[in-house]
């Protein structure tokens, strides 16, 4: 005798549940690695067994509806269930270390800093730190998480949670502030809009259009030298707030005309939501409370 007369038909489970989580079939299809058909086949293969129709369908929409909402969330808690009893049964280390990569910069000037306070308050979460931009592949092993700025497309399989918005503002030397429109400007390659991003943020004038010229300025490599010129007395930068808060803190830096949002933020990527990993959800909750800080 079948103990689980009313179980649906396992293999439908899975694109059933990616689906509701993406509302398209098209997402789940791209996250489980077969084509759309096979979903739609699935899909329908679990309403016959069911008999009743789990999403509303429009020419262009897809939409769960409530007892698919309520199936699915049953389905991804024993979905959790059976991943945490597989990697208990196969000896693999539930409680290993993340590897965690971050854009370079804010890793050393943001991030490093803070390890200890991650330490002591997250005890249970072991982190290493990878230096690293742009979108980053979970498939090909190596990473479990990434902190990137949303300045890219992100394949829509890939878990993105919200960590804090982007301000930037010109920074300087603290004794350079009174005239920081007529201080050389300072570029860097890897985000060579940032003077553009800030006259449209601030929608006032840039130290070009107010006296300064860029024949006087310097081009560096990276963000990160930029901000040490800046630091150095060389000119004045474009400085993200979460970059540069700590010196201006220190009085290092000055910002004289303050920071705006640019429209871009920072978000925590993950190949699945964080909260079906303990050590994840844990290493989020300390993200969170340490990136309020930026949003003050």
């Keep these: 005798m079948n103990p689980w007369p009313d179980l649906p038909p396992p293999n439908t489970l899975l694109p059933f549940e990616a689906t509701v989580r993406h509302a398209s079939m098209t997402a789940a299809a791209r996250e489980l690695h077969v084509t759309h058909g096979a979903v739609s086949r699935q899909i329908r293969n679990l309403e016959r067994a069911l008999g009743v129709s789990l999403f509303e369908r429009g020419a262009r929409t897809l939409r769960p509806t409530p007892e698919a909402h309520r199936l699915a969330a049953v389905v991804?808690?024993?979905?959790?269930?059976?991943?945490?009893?597989?990697?208990?049964?196969?000896?693999?280390?539930?409680?290993?270390?993340?590897?965690?990569?971050?854009?370079?910069?804010?890793l050393m000037r943001w991030l490093i800093p803070r390890l200890p306070d991650l330490t002591v308050s997250v005890p249970e979460v072991t982190v290493h730190l990878s230096a690293g931009g742009g979108p980053v592949s979970f498939d090909r092993g190596g990473v479990d998480l990434a902190i990137r700025r949303d300045d890219f497309p992100c394949p829509v399989e890939v878990s993105r949670t919200p960590l804090f918005a982007e301000r930037i503002g010109p920074v300087c030397r603290p004794e350079l502030a009174s005239g920081v429109d007529r201080l050389p400007r300072l570029h860097t390659r890897t985000r060579p809009r940032a003077w553009e991003d800030w006259r449209h943020a601030a929608g006032e004038p840039g130290p070009d259009e107010a006296g300064g010229t860029d024949a006087a300025g310097q081009t560096?490599?990276?963000?990160?030298?930029?901000?040490?010129?800046?630091?150095?007395?060389?000119?004045?930068?474009?400085?993200?707030?979460?970059?540069?808060?700590?010196?201006?803190?220190?009085?290092?830096?000055?910002?004289?005309?303050?920071?705006?949002?640019?429209?871009?933020?920072?978000?925590?990527?993950?190949?699945r939501p964080p909260e079906r990993?303990?050590?994840?959800?844990?290493?989020?909750?300390?993200?969170?409370?340490?990136?309020?800080?930026?949003?003050?």
């Design 220 to 271: 560096f490599e990276h963000f990160y030298l930029t901000l040490q010129a800046a630091a150095a007395g060389v000119g004045v930068a474009i400085g993200p707030y979460a970059l540069v808060r700590d010196d201006v803190e220190r009085g290092q830096l000055a910002a004289p005309h303050g920071f705006r949002p640019d429209g871009s933020s920072y978000v925590l990527l993950s190949p």
């Design 76 to 106: 991804r808690d024993a979905l959790d269930r059976i991943d945490a009893a597989a990697r208990e049964v196969s000896g693999r280390d539930a409680d290993g270390p993340l590897t965690l990569s971050c854009e370079p910069t804010l």
């Design 277 to 296: 990993d303990e050590r994840v959800a844990g290493l989020l909750g300390w993200l969170r409370d340490r990136t309020a800080e930026l949003e003050a």
